[in-house]
């Protein structure tokens, strides 16, 4: 690991007691293995990402963990019991599923009161609930309607008060907005975070969108092939990336393979053949001339046109020099593709501070890229 | 040419009204013009309706064959086993299709096919064939009573031919693939994921079946209903070949009224009230239908 100096603290809210423990679960499905080996802590309050291509065994560690399938090895325990066998009507666990599922012939309030119907709630009770439910999501006014007559939208919300009436102790969401148009998407994102705060119920997410899951969770594990590559806090996700694959799967990172030239208590150089040294400010374990590879985000360089840019003393370290060979202009901020002089292509963004930059950078424009020796992550393959 | 989209759209909605015009409405009006006649000895063996009598028209409508329908206890009995019988087969066709129709909809895919060609196998054979070999297989000394003799559970053999329990089975048996395809077309359908939503929720299998699946499957139920009572009620080779005497059928009746009195007017009345009688409640599912549909 690389010692590293400030980790940030875990968002606020979030327990440290565990309510959910997977053990060494894995999943097989004839030949296929979907889940392979994963042990996992959840905690009380936690909102929890499980972040992942297609076919990474996220939605199967899901389904496990709602009963709809059985785990072919390991065991998961809820608030300590061993739930791997009890089928998912007896499990303290309620799940929103991605098509919402809501049943077509009963109408808003039948929906969200079918769950407490099942548990005998009185009648009374249940209404009550049932109307605090769909309060909490913004449809008090809509309990008579049938869900065809809803939006996308609407119904998401239901399929969410649908599962939140019961009060499980853990709450499972199957990429809940996958089926949003893009606005409404990150208006429910913030919506969903916060009725999580304010019910304080376990939640936890499968989704493919790196966005979302940044977005919304205390925590995320990313999967890869069956496996749990790295779990930690959004910060910890991005700013230091565990790997390779967990530094190009969230996010855009710009990789260096070299070899370890110098280490030092306050920097260590890695030689980039053809490019120059990249230093960190930061001891790395290994010895000289070990292979590495190195990784840089776009927004933690600096950019700017080779007879504008910052005065070099001394050898060049932390700066290279390339051409722009294309821009994307996000209107918040630009994506410049720099062509380096070894012909591989980085990608630098600048935020657009100003409506008009005095110094604008065109296609084609000879660049300085440069960084500080805090901004580099070292990335294990 | 903004009209000619209009006119094809109207020419498309045109159509189905033509078919349904030529084979339904014109026979049905042929058919109420025979009740309202009076049989005679002549070919066909009604009277005109229509008469010239000079340079007068003159229309004889005649409702006494609708009051002898209505006056005969004869008629209305075979109406009454008629419908009786096509409710229970209804009723019995739903309890065995059903579970067949789910079964085969819950199948793995590349099982479905051949589980519903067996369904739909027996129609390679002829219906009037079918309906011949069982009563080989239940006349006294046939194959079920021969097994039943040998295996020592009775005696002498059952009568079971010539009952109503044989056409009974029969339209039961040969109406089963009827109820089967539209459940199954119904059951297959069904987004699982509802299933587990109910499941999810705390409900047992039971109670998701009870209050999601079959709640679901109504419209395959009624589609299946109707498919079997309506022919059942009309039936007459299943109780012509395997009823008895007795067994008094509207179908059957219709056909004697037909071919053996050579009444065309009682028989075209007998069909007309059958016709009516029918097509109330399929109206009044169809409009339950329409209202329920988003």
């Known amino acids: 690991m690389t010692a590293n100096p400030s980790r940030p603290a875990p968002k606020p809210g979030a327990g440290t007691d565990v309510l959910v423990r997977v053990q060494g679960v894995s999943k097989f499905f004839g030949d296929v293995t979907a889940v392979d080996g994963v042990s996992l802590d959840i905690r009380r309050g936690e909102f929890f990402s499980l972040l992942g291509g297609s076919g990474c065994g996220k939605t199967t560690l899901l389904r496990m963990l709602a009963g709809f399938e059985i785990p072919s ?27 919402y599922a ?66 499980p102790k853990l709450l499972l969401l199957d990429e809940p907005l996958a089926a949003l148009d893009r606005k409404l998407r990150e208006r429910t994102q913030f919506e969903l975070a916060s009725i999580q705060e304010e019910v304080g ?42 790997n390779r694959l967990v530094g190009e799967f969230i996010g855009t990172i710009n990789v260096f393979e070299g070899h370890l030239a110098s280490v030092g208590a306050g920097a260590s150089d890695i030689e980039v053949a053809g490019l120059g040294a990249i230093r960190l400010d930061h001891a790395i374990e290994g010895g000289v001339g070990a292979p590495l590879a190195v990784g840089i985000r776009p927004e933690k360089m600096r950019i700017a046109r080779a007879d ?74 | 040419m903004p ?15 033509l078919w349904l015009a030529l084979f339904f409405a014109v026979p049905f009006i042929f058919v109420v013009k025979i009740s309202l006649s009076e049989a005679a000895f002549s070919i066909p063996p ?86 011949y ?16 003799i040998w295996t020592g559970i009775i005696d002498s053999p059952l009568r079971i031919l010539n009952t109503d329990i044989a056409v009974q089975l029969g339209i039961v048996y040969s109406y089963l693939p009827f109820m089967i395809l539209p459940l199954y077309a119904t059951l297959e359908r069904l987004d699982k994921d509802l299933l587990e939503a109910a499941a999810d929720l705390g409900a047992r299998p039971w109670t998701a079946f009870l209050r999601v699946t079959l709640p679901l499957s109504l419209p395959g139920i009624a589609a299946g209903s109707l498919l079997v009572f309506i022919p059942a009620a009309g039936e007459f080779v299943i109780p012509e070949l395997l009823g008895g005497p007795d067994t008094l059928m509207i179908g059957k009746i219709l056909w004697q009224e037909f071919f053996n009195n050579r009444d065309w007017p009682v028989a075209a009345a007998l069909a ?13 599912l169809e409009r339950t239908q329409a209202e329920d549909k988003p």
Request: glycine share 8%; net charge neutral.
């Open chain 1, 201 to 242: 119920i376990t939640f936890v997410m499968v989704t493919h969108d790196q966005e979302e899951a940044m977005t919304m969770s205390t925590r995320l594990a990313v999967m890869h092939a069956g496996r749990i590559v790295q779990v930690g806090t959004p910060t910890e996700i991005y700013e230091f990336p565990a």
């Open chain 1, 73 to 99: 090895e390991g065991s998961i325990l809820i608030d300590g019991v061993d739930v791997a066998r009890v089928p998912p009507y007896e499990r303290p666990v309620n799940m929103m599923f991605q098509s």
């Open chain 1, 308 to 381: 504008a840019a910052e005065p070099v003393d001394g050898p060049a370290v932390n700066r290279l020099e390339g051409t722009i060979e294309d821009i994307a202009y996000l209107g918040d901020l630009s994506i410049f593709h720099v062509r380096l002089a070894d012909g591989r292509r980085i990608s630098v963004s600048r935020t657009n501070i100003t409506r008009r930059r005095d110094d604008p950078l065109t296609w084609e424009d000879p660049v300085v890229v440069q960084w500080d020796a805090a901004v580099p992550v070292v990335l294990h393959a």
């Open chain 2, 3 to 17: 009209g000619s989209a209009t006119i094809g759209r109207r020419l498309a909605i045109l159509l189905p009204f």
């Open chain 2, 272 to 284: 007309t009230m059958l016709l009516v009688l029918l097509a109330g409640p399929i109206l009044l």
């Open chain 2, 133 to 148: 070999a069982w009563m080989t297989l239940l006349q006294d000394q046939g194959m079920i009573n021969s097994i039943l």
């Open chain 2, 46 to 131: 009604v009277t005109d309706l229509f008469a010239m009598d000079g340079g007068l028209l003159t229309i004889r409508l005649n409702f006494d064959n609708y009051g002898l329908v209505l006056g005969d206890s004869l008629y209305l009995t075979a109406l009454l086993t008629s419908l009786r019988l096509a409710f229970t087969s209804t009723l019995l066709c739903l309890l065995i299709g059903y579970p067949m129709a789910y079964a085969i909809a819950r199948a793995e895919p590349g099982m479905r096919m051949p589980l519903l060609l067996l369904v739909i196998l027996p129609f390679w054979t002829s219906f009037l064939i079918r309906v």
């Open chain 1, 102 to 167: 809501l049943f077509p012939h009963m109408t808003v309030e039948g929906n969200v009161s079918f769950g407490l119907e099942q548990e005998g709630v009185a009648k009374p009770e249940r209404r009550r609930r049932v109307a605090e439910a769909l309060e909490l999501v913004q449809l008090g006014a809509y309990g008579k309607r049938r869900p065809h007559q809803l939006s996308g939208g609407q119904r998401q919300r239901v399929a969410l008060a649908r599962a939140l009436v019961k009060r």
